[in-house]
């Protein structure tokens, strides 16, 4: 069974740092685009970081010099260090990738960030 399982989330206080990781697992022959998305409550579901398999990455504006996606294409998995976080960050982040040319998502795990 192909699956995303992420890890890494929890509570940190503003200007913290956490880093997420998620690790793609099953029969798997392709990976293309992997992605982190966020989902605040009470609002849709936004993308924060995309990474294609040549490594290029795309950021929303509200996270870019402070998030930082990468991928290990040998291990099927894909990261986002969170730098100076604030609480405006604080949301479910999903893991998303495209494996063997279908849309997967993770179960998502909670990040909160509060003093």
């Known amino acids: 069974q192909v699956q995303l399982v992420e890890s890494g989330g929890g509570l940190v206080q503003p200007g913290g740092s956490l880093r997420l990781s998620c690790a793609a697992s099953?029969?798997?022959?392709?990976?293309?685009?992997m992605a982190w998305y966020r989902q605040a409550p009470g609002k849709q579901r936004e993308l924060v970081a995309v990474i294609t398999t040549g490594s290029s990455t795309k950021y929303a504006d509200s996270v870019k010099g402070r998030f930082t996606i990468s991928r290990d294409n040998a291990k099927n998995t894909v990261s986002l260090q969170m730098n100076s976080l604030k609480p405006e960050d604080t949301a479910v982040y999903y893991c998303n990738a495209d494996l063997n040319e279908y849309d997967y998502w993770g179960q998502g795990t909670q990040v909160t960030v509060s003093s």
């Open positions: 099953g029969r798997i022959f392709s990976i293309n685009t």
